[in-house]
């Protein structure tokens, strides 16, 4: 079982180091570009292979971690539903797929929010992170709610969508590339790079309203 885990590992680290590298070529290209598109779809699929494969890791003997299985689950989710934007953006209307995405990761995030609590109960370390990326998520949420309510009043919503999900997944890259490189897993390693996120976000929200 040992031996599996191991060549999952480096299969999860291959194509999560091939996601960092597209995905920050996609951020630093500009949008909408050859260059931007085509490094972003490869980071999307990297990066479902690699959060896919993490999340039989971390239930492995001697591999289990409960928060770096929810990051996966939430990173896929970030990617899924970032790209379901766009199609959204083509199409006009509301698929199955969309309503089922946010319906699961909705019940996710609450559940994620219940682990918390539970935590911090029964004093358990780390239980803030769980508040911290359930809030998060429940928030993404309530926003792709209000994007399919509000699309064809405001066509240029499907963007910051887009670049809030994409950025957020890039973000989860960040933070298990340094919870491995680094080989720690303080609180200020969590919340580092989605401090950031959040930062690069909001200025190119500001950024997308004004024009």
């Known amino acids: 079982m040992e031996q599996i885990a191991i060549t999952l590992i480096y299969i999860h680290a291959f194509f999560g180091g091939i996601g960092l590298l597209?995905?920050?070529?996609?951020?630093?290209?500009?949008?909408?570009?050859?260059?931007?598109?085509?490094?972003?779809?490869?980071?999307?699929i990297t990066m479902l292979i690699s959060a896919s494969i993490a999340i039989p890791i971390t239930i492995m003997p001697n591999h289990e971690n409960l928060l770096l299985n929810l990051l996966s689950i939430f990173t896929i989710y970030l990617v899924i539903s970032g790209n379901r934007v766009l199609v959204f953006k083509k199409q006009h209307t509301l698929g199955a797929i969309d309503i089922l995405v946010t319906s699961i990761m909705g019940l996710v995030f609450i559940g994620m929010i219940a682990i918390g609590i539970y935590y911090k109960i029964n004093n358990i370390p780390k239980g803030i992170l769980f508040f911290f990326f359930g809030g998060f998520g429940i928030l993404a949420s309530i926003r792709d709610i209000k994007l399919y309510k509000t699309f064809k009043t405001n066509p240029t919503a499907y963007l910051s969508n887009h670049l809030a999900k994409m950025s957020g997944a890039f973000g989860a890259a960040v933070t298990a590339f340094l919870l491995a490189a680094l080989n720690s897993s303080t609180l200020w390693v969590w919340l580092t790079p989605s401090i950031l996120t959040f930062t690069f976000v909001t200025f190119w929200r500001r950024k997308i309203a004004k024009a």
């Open 22 to 44: 597209t995905g920050l070529i996609s951020i630093m290209s500009k949008k909408g570009r050859f260059y931007h598109r085509k490094s972003g779809k490869v980071f999307s």
